[in-house]
């Protein structure tokens, strides 16, 4: 979907992005999360093709974003940190201007700025002026120009920073509805336990390198498979040997509670259910398994940091390994 | 129809602003009607004033408010990731923030029209001199943006100042030498050989400018939405405009001296030191431009390429030739620059040649100055305080040193062949190599910081 070869992007007098390469799948949520000065939105702005890096590229499918950034774009949705709205037009208005922006043809736009507003819960705000929304309802207006062109990826740069917790339950339904909907996003931002309600991969940088990049546990792997949790009302001995016979793998039981992977949609979850039942389990509980994202980050942080450090190098001495451009200083 | 004309439409044009302006204009109008005697003269003399009004201090502001506007409200990241190309976005910027203004100017010139003796190609200059003041104040505002918050006051108000000069000097209150408003033609404008009037003439030079700023306007976009673009343009445009001024050395100023050289050369000095100070002067474009260009990757260099690298080449070229023709032919048939300067030093053999490498490493130094104080790790307003400090160097310290008796301690300053050829050059030459070397310190003082290698083993294989 979205690959990102051998990132580069300097500052003077440091590197923010430090060759930075990692690909996204499709219909998946990426949580990109980092420590402040990690390179988070300077990735985003790249991957936006916004900034053109020192070196490396970004390819959204065969699109070199650089290259051809007018392309990408009718392909790609962008939502900065510090976005701004035109307070004086309508919703309408907005979402119409954003349509005719993209491209979008005259006699599909109409439409497609009804179904944007649908999405976001907008549809009966439409004659509101965007400066009289509440900050919630202007974030969902933000994302639903983002998205009115139905891009195949959206990047979005700390969608929830000042929503209250209402409106940042909401925008975590809004963004899973997207991932349901066939669109592949990029998220960053500081409120891990927010990530973890909706994010299928986590993305960890820091100082402009790439820490972690994975699945995280109950989002589904390519394959399909997932990461379940069963709790039960009391421990069973035979409990291992019931799961696996249901097609659980990688099985692990402590007391009453047991964590195994499962292959398949909500239909086979529902078999599966039925069969524990059916096996005489009494299943208080049944579920795909949360990781505690925030520790995960944390324990990654530390770790990374923890690590003997020599002194800093400068420009040329151990980087260009990577670089896609520059001779070795 | 274009949608950020459109989207400028919507904002700008509200039945309430349309129904007022005409009112407005209308009254005073008639006011100018009755305080000039109920004469349609003065009627169209107030709506010459009020278009000049209008479209120079409304107008550049709005079209500096057209990209200031977006950064202040934060909007400007979602319309560089639109669809939109920069020709779009130019002219529906250009046109769409200024419609109102526009439309205010439109009642003027047709009020004006009513009554007017000028002939149509003066007339047509208002419109020409309004769209360009309003397409250099956009070209100002986004020049700026890659080195300062574009958004703010000081970057509009140099915006507007920029503009409103263009404007006026393109008017047909511009050319005060020929005052093409009430002027008797008796006169045909020799250009390379072609006569004209200079009605015709100007109408066309205007038009060309205007062409040249819409242009420049489209290149500046390309950079801002990241669109790949050979810099061909800044040196096609110091051509265009070398070439434009030295047509005027006709026969007769031949006669007199006057070498196209020496028209090109002032010309494309001044086109360096407005490329060295336009151009952003960010030390990682610099680094990266020269890793571009030594890995052969030339495109990535096009687009990284400082503004004043085609300049640099192109002044001292024709720098050199003034002063080797100067040097090889009679030098009182040719005027030197300083021409009063060297008559009264009472020179009789010209080291015009020496002067002319002095010059180039003067420039060169000034060059330097401007890129140490853009290299400083706290820089503030590095461009000013580099304009101070050439103010000082050119015109404060020579004139002391002129009090105190010139030698070859001029020659640090100005370009001085008086002493000879080897001071002229060599005064200069020590200065660049001393600033070279201090600047190329800074810039690498200022070479992005990496982490250790431990740390890039450490890390995991990205998915």
């Keep these: ?298 324990a990654l942080l530390k770790d990374s940091r923890v690590r003997p450090q020599g002194p800093a190098a400068v420009n040329g001495a151990s980087i260009h390994s990577r670089d896609a451009v520059g001779p070795r200083a | 129809m274009n949608p950020e004309f459109l989207r400028n439409l919507w904002i700008e044009m509200t039945l309430p602003r349309l129904i007022a302006v005409p009112l407005v204009l209308g009254a005073l109008f008639l006011l100018a009607w009755y305080v000039g005697g109920k004469d349609l003269g003065e009627v169209s003399q107030a709506a010459k004033w009020l278009y000049y009004i209008i479209m120079l201090l409304w107008g550049t502001r709005r079209a500096a408010a057209a990209l200031g506007d977006e950064l202040s409200n934060r909007t400007w990241d979602s319309q560089r990731m639109s669809a939109l190309g920069p020709w779009s976005m130019a002219w529906g910027k250009l046109f769409g923030a200024t419609s109102y203004v526009w439309y205010c100017a439109l009642i003027c010139l047709a009020v004006m029209a009513l009554k007017s003796d000028q002939a149509w190609q003066v007339f047509l200059l208002h419109p020409i001199a309004g769209a360009t003041a309003l397409a250099v104040s956009l070209l100002v505002m986004l020049l700026q943006r890659g080195r300062t918050r574009a958004s703010s006051r000081r970057s509009s108000l140099i915006a507007q100042a920029l503009g409103i000069v263009v404007g006026v000097l393109l008017s047909p209150a511009g050319p005060g030498l020929l005052d093409l408003g009430h002027i008797e033609v008796s006169f045909m404008i020799d250009w390379y050989g072609l006569e004209a009037r200079p009605n015709n003439f100007f109408l066309a030079a205007a038009a060309g400018f205007l062409a040249w700023a819409l242009f420049a306007v489209y290149r500046a976009l390309c950079a801002d939405l990241q669109k790949p673009v050979w810099p061909w343009a800044w040196t096609l445009f110091s051509i265009y405009v070398i070439a434009f001024f030295a047509g005027f050395t006709d026969a007769s100023a031949k006669a007199a001296g006057v070498d196209w050289l020496v028209v090109a050369v002032p010309i494309a000095a001044v086109l360096f030191y407005v490329a060295i100070f336009a151009d952003t002067k960010d030390s990682v474009r610099y680094r990266w431009f020269l890793l571009s260009l030594g890995s052969g990757d030339l495109a990535r260099a096009a687009r990284l390429m400082p503004l004043w690298l085609p300049s640099l080449p192109l002044m001292a070229g024709l720098a050199l030739a003034l002063g080797l023709r100067t040097d090889q032919a009679d030098p009182a048939r040719i005027q030197p620059l300083f021409h009063d300067f060297f008559r009264f030093a009472d020179v009789q053999v010209l080291p015009a040649t020496a002067w002319a490498g002095a010059a180039i490493l003067f420039a060169l130094r000034d060059l330097l100055i401007l890129l140490f104080l853009n290299f400083g790790k706290r820089a503030r307003s590095p461009d000013l305080a580099a304009l101070i400090y050439l103010a000082i160097l050119y015109w404060v310290i020579p004139a002391i040193l002129g009090f105190l008796g010139r030698g070859w301690t001029q020659a640090l300053f100005l370009p001085w062949p008086l002493e000879g050829p080897w001071v002229a050059i060599g005064a200069p030459l020590a200065e660049v190599t001393v600033l070279a070397l201090f600047t190329w310190r800074r810039w690498q003082a200022l070479a992005p910081r990496v982490l250790p290698a431990d740390l890039r083993k450490a890390q995991p294989q990205a998915a």
């Design chain 1, 1 to 298: 979907m979205i690959r990102v070869e051998g990132l580069v992007f300097d500052y003077p007098g440091f590197r923010a992005l430090d060759g930075v390469s990692f690909s996204v799948d499709p219909h998946s949520i990426t949580a990109l999360v980092g420590p402040n000065g990690a390179g988070k939105t300077t990735l985003l702005n790249c991957m936006a093709g916004l900034a053109l890096p020192a070196a490396g590229r970004v390819l959204l499918d065969d699109i070199d974003v650089h290259r051809v950034p007018r392309e990408a774009h009718a392909h790609m949705g962008y939502l900065s940190d510090f976005f701004g709205l035109y307070g004086e037009l309508t919703v309408k208005r907005c979402l119409d201007y954003r349509a005719r922006a993209q491209g979008i043809a005259s006699e599909r736009r109409a439409a497609s700025v009804q179904l944007a507003a649908e999405r976001l819960g907008l549809a009966d705000r439409l004659g509101q002026r965007a400066g009289e929304l509440s900050r919630g309802l202007r974030q969902r207006l933000a994302i639903a120009q983002a998205i009115v062109h139905e891009p195949a990826v959206i990047l979005l740069d700390e969608p929830a920073s000042g929503l209250d917790p209402e409106a940042r339950f909401g925008l975590a339904a809004v963004l899973r509805a997207l991932r349901d909907q066939g669109m592949t996003l990029i998220v960053s931002s500081h409120i891990l336990a927010e990530l973890e309600d909706y994010s299928t991969h986590l993305l960890v940088l820091e100082q402009g390198r790439i820490l972690e990049h994975r699945a995280l546990a109950g989002a589904a792997d390519q394959d399909g498979a997932r990461r379940f949790e069963l709790i039960l009302a009391e421990p069973r001995g035979d409990l291992a040997d019931i799961l696996a016979a249901a097609g659980g793998r990688d099985v692990r039981v402590e007391g009453a509670t047991a964590h195994f992977v499962a292959t398949g949609g909500a239909a086979a979850q529902a078999n599966l259910l039925r069969r524990l039942i059916e096996a005489g389990l009494p299943v208080a509980s049944f579920a795909a398994a949360r990781s505690d994202l925030q520790d995960a980050y944390l």
